[in-house]
């Protein structure tokens, strides 16, 4: 009986998550319901997601440019390269921009659900 006792103690206390420094656990009202952590970590995990989101946008802009200077390389506006007047980039170069606009809309969307 007495080794039920302590297992059953030892199972209690294994759930509880203790602050650095602090023996005692955190109060549950701090703890966040869908993470599981505490006030700081969840503002640094919010302030991760919103960088995530910034470097999509810029991503997804960069990308963009890339497939537009392809593009325009392919159609013979920009010349001086292997890809002046080439058929493929003409192809290529939007499909590229549409992708980067789709990751950039990606971390629009996104950014626009972490600001709730």
Sequence with gaps: MMLTAVMDA???DEGAIAAP???????????SVTTGLTGAPLAAARKEHVMKNGLLIVAGIVVIIIGAVFALQGFGVIQGSA???NH???VAGPLVALAGLALAGLGLRHRGSASQ
């Design 83 to 85: 890809m002046s007047d």
């Design 21 to 31: 420094g602090h023996d005692d656990p955190p109060p549950a009202s701090a703890v």
């Design 10 to 12: 030892a199972v209690a």
């Design 88 to 90: 493929t980039f003409e």
